[in-house]
T-cell receptor, first 115, second 113 residues
Framework: AQSVTQLDSQVPVFEEAPVELRCNYS??????LFWYVQYPNQGLQLLLK??????LVKGINGFEAEFNKSQTSFHLRKPSVHISDTAEYFC?????????????FGTGTLLAVQP | NAGVMQNPRHLVRRRGQEARLRCSPM?????VYWYRQLPEEGLKFMVY????????ESGMPKERFSAEFPKEGPSILRIQQVVRGDSAAYFC???????????FGDGTRLSIL
């Protein structure tokens, strides 16, 4: 079975500062990895995905993430945040080559950007 | 390019009533997934469907919940005899093929009185 751990439930940061949101996963098989963002009362928007290839993945809105297989991590980073980045961020995995395409989500990290 | 459409956005039911949640996938998408988000929790997978077939229902409660994705029309998540614990946000997602990224709708927020 797969699981996803987001260690930080909330990350406060000042505007224009860098930020890292941590994500670790557990799986006995190869996985695909995703980061989604959820703004209040909205659905989830895909930020970026790792399917294969380069371990450094660039996404929308200036975010990037690095897949580290040995540490089973997929941390999300942004060099300079804006007020508009305030939202809930979810890390998720799905099984590569499995019978189902379901996503397993972490519990989310609330990024609170302060002026 | 319409995204995933869910309706209604908000649904209020009394205990014991039935709730029907609808999801129209993105154009060209034939894979539909339902997830539930309980307060203060992340999203939990419920069911994965392709046209007219349930592929994975491992996350569906054994009783009162059912899902379908008919050949024509939207996917329906049906909850019979709702209870207070069913209050949650229910999200639908779709993809155009297996193992492609899923695109989410804005959800249906179900409140049980």
């Amino acid at each position: 079975a797969q699981s996803v751990t987001q260690l930080d439930s909330q990350v406060p940061v000042f505007e224009e500062a860098p930020v890292e949101l941590r994500c670790n996963y557990s799986s006995s098989v190869s996985v695909y990895l995703f980061w989604y963002v959820q703004y209040p009362n909205q659905g989830l928007q895909l930020l970026l995905k790792y399917l294969s290839g380069s371990t450094l993945v660039k996404g929308i809105n200036g975010f990037e993430a690095e897949f580290n297989k040995s540490q089973t991590s997929f941390h999300l980073r942004k060099p300079s945040v804006h007020i508009s980045d305030t939202a809930e961020y979810f890390c998720a995995v799905s099984t590569y080559g499995g019978a189902t395409n379901k996503l397993i989500f972490g519990t989310g990290t609330l990024l609170a950007v302060q002026p | 390019n319409a995204g995933v459409m869910q309706n209604p956005r908000h649904l209020v039911r009394r205990r014991g009533q039935e709730a029907r949640l609808r999801c129209s996938p993105m154009k060209g998408h034939s894979h539909v997934y339902w997830y539930r988000q309980l307060p203060e929790e992340g999203l939990k997978f419920m069911v994965y469907l392709q046209k007219e077939n349930i592929i994975d229902e491992s996350g569906m409660p054994k009783e009162r919940f059912s899902a379908e994705f008919p050949k024509e029309g939207p996917s329906i998540l049906r909850i019979q005899q709702v209870v207070r614990g069913d209050s949650a946000a229910y999200f639908c997602a779709s993809s155009d093929s297996y193992n492609q990224p899923q695109h989410f709708g804005d959800g249906t927020r179900l409140s049980i009185l």
